[in-house]
Nanobody, 130 residues
Framework: QVQLVESGGDSVQAGGSLRLTCEVS????????LAWFRQAPGKDHEMVAV???????SYADSVKGRFTISQDNAKFTLYLQMNNLTPEDTAMYYC????????????????????????WGQGTQVTVSS
């Protein structure tokens, strides 16, 4: 059974930093996409950052240059380093994982739509005050 547990959310002042952690267990696939999504009150889920099994990374435009996604391969743990936080970053942050698709003799890029991911954690709250 795949389980994801997020931690590290907190309340911080604008300009501050946080590091989110997602511990993944029960996953054995070699080709995968690990991603962070967030959902602010009254808004849809938004992809924040994604990393694949080859270390390829992609970010939402709103967080480029401020957030960094990484993983510890030995522990299969996902991280999100968030710097220079703004009130617009306030949201519940979720991690997710899926198998990376092989199509037309190559791997498909990791999707950015919430609907294409099946396994989710319970989320961790990030609140940024001005």
């Amino acid at each position: 059974q795949v389980q994801l547990v997020e931690s590290g959310g907190d309340s911080v002042q604008a300009g501050g930093s946080l590091r989110l952690t997602c511990e993944v267990s029960g996953w054995y696939g070699r080709a995968y996409c690990l991603a962070w999504f967030r959902q602010a009150p009254g808004k849809d889920h938004e992809m924040v950052a994604v990393i694949d099994n080859n270390g390829g990374r992609s970010y939402a435009d709103s967080v480029k240059g401020r957030f960094t996604i990484s993983q510890d391969n030995a522990k299969f743990t996902l991280y999100l380093q968030m710097n220079n936080l703004t009130p617009e970053d306030t949201a519940m942050y979720y991690c997710t994982v899926r198998t990376r698709e092989w199509t037309n003799r190559s791997f498909r890029a990791c999707p950015i739509s919430r609907d294409e991911y099946s396994y989710w954690g319970q989320g961790t709250q990030v609140t940024v005050s001005s």
